[in-house]
């Protein structure tokens, strides 16, 4: 990707925080994310930021997400 962009610094994850990130670490293993800001652990240098991103990219919570999903379908039945 940085290697179509002018300038790749305007597309660092840190810069973007309040659109989208990755909870690689399992903060929502056993909830769904929130609107309450949480500690991200950047994953190169493990630096630690406050986000409160719209979307989050829940890779350690599938079971809970398929619940929730099909949930959702029943009661919209």
Do not use: Q
């Amino acid at each position: 990707m940085h290697m179509l962009c002018n300038d790749p610094k305007k597309h660092l994850l840190k810069d973007h925080f309040d659109v989208w990130c990755s909870d690689w670490k399992g903060e929502f293993s056993s909830r769904l994310p929130g609107r309450k800001p949480w500690t991200f652990y950047d994953y190169m240098t493990d630096e630690p930021h406050v986000v409160n991103p719209a979307i989050v990219h829940a890779l350690r919570s599938k079971k809970l997400l398929i619940a929730e999903g099909l949930a959702a379908a029943k009661d919209n039945l």
